[in-house]
T-cell receptor
Framework: QQKVQQSPESLIVPEGAMTSLNCTFS??????FAWYRQHSGKAPKALMS????GEKEEGRFTIHLNKASLHFSLHIRDSQPSDSALYLC???????????FGAGTRLAVCP | GGIITQTPKFLIGQEGQKLTLKCQQN?????MYWYRQDSGKGLRLIYY???????QKGDLSEGYDASREKKSSFSLTVTSAQKNEMAVFLC????????????FGPGTRLLVL
C-alpha cells in the first residue's frame, strides 16, 4: 500500500524567504504527483502537479520530481504571508484516480 | 467554474447516533469522493463513486455508509458516532475516474460528545 510522508511537519519563514517542502512516496510505479494548499477553515485546492521527472515552474512556485529517489518537492520563492497554509502532497498510483495524501506541512510566513 | 457545497458546516452528535453529511457539486463531474481529515494524519479516503449509481469502499469505510443519489449529490452516513470523535469530512469531485485534479468542498466539522 502506498505510503506518503511529508517533511517538515511545520515551518516558520520570514516574508521574502525561499520555502522548501518535501514529500516521499513508496510506490515506484506512481504516476502523478501534486501539491494541494489548504488555508485555515477552507477547502484544499490543487496548486501544482507533475507527471514526469524534472521541474515545473508556475510563478513563484516550482515543483521538482525525482522518481528514482521516490521524492518530490515544492519550492516557494519570495514567500508571502498569504502563502501561510497547510500544504498537502498527493500521489496517484494504479489505474483509478485514487490519491494518497501526506499528513501535511503547516507553513507560516511572518511579515 | 463550479462549486461544491457541504451541509451542515458543523455537526454535533451523541455517542451511538447515526449522522448524515451531504455534498452537492455543480461541476457536472462524474466522480465524487468522501475523505476524513484528522489533525496530523492527512486525508483518508472513506468512499468514492466513479459514476452515478456506483459506490466503492475506500481505505476507511468501516463505520460509514454512502449513497450517490444522483450525479450531483453524494451523501455520507456515520453509522454509529464514537464518543470524543472530532474530525473534518471533506467531499471532492473530479471530471471522471481518470482525471487527476480533485476539487474539494469546505468540509463538515464533526464533534461527538
Amino acid at each position: 500500500q502506498q505510503k506518503v510522508q511529508q517533511s517538515p511537519e511545520s515551518l516558520i519563514v520570514p516574508e521574502g524567504a525561499m520555502t522548501s517542502l518535501n514529500c516521499t512516496f513508496s510506490d515506484s510505479a506512481s504516476q502523478y504527483f501534486a501539491w494541494y494548499r489548504q488555508h485555515s477553515g477552507k477547502a484544499p485546492k490543487a496548486l501544482m502537479s507533475i507527471f514526469s521527472n524534472g521541474e515545473k515552474e508556475e510563478g513563484r512556485f516550482t515543483i521538482h520530481l525525482n522518481k528514482a529517489s521516490l521524492h518530490f518537492s515544492l519550492h516557494i520563492r519570495d514567500s508571502q504571508p498569504s502563502d501561510s497554509a497547510l500544504y498537502l502532497c498527493a500521489v496517484k498510483s494504479g489505474s483509478f484516480n485514487k490519491l494518497t495524501f501526506g499528513a501535511g506541512t503547516r507553513l507560516a510566513v511572518c511579515p | 467554474g463550479g462549486i461544491i457545497t457541504q451541509t451542515p458546516k458543523f455537526l454535533i452528535g451523541q455517542e451511538g447516533q447515526k449522522l448524515t453529511l451531504k455534498c452537492q457539486q455543480n461541476f457536472n463531474h462524474d466522480t465524487m469522493y468522501w475523505y476524513r481529515q484528522d489533525s496530523g494524519k492527512g486525508l483518508r479516503l472513506i468512499y468514492y463513486s466513479i459514476t452515478e449509481n456506483d459506490l466503492q469502499k475506500g481505505d476507511l469505510s468501516e463505520g460509514y455508509d454512502a449513497s450517490r443519489e444522483k450525479k450531483s449529490s453524494f451523501s455520507l452516513t456515520v453509522t454509529s458516532a464514537q464518543k470524543n470523535e472530532m474530525a473534518v469530512f471533506l467531499c471532492a469531485s473530479s471530471i471522471d475516474g481518470n482525471q487527476d485534479t480533485q476539487y474539494f468542498g469546505p468540509g463538515t466539522r464533526l464533534l461527538v460528545l
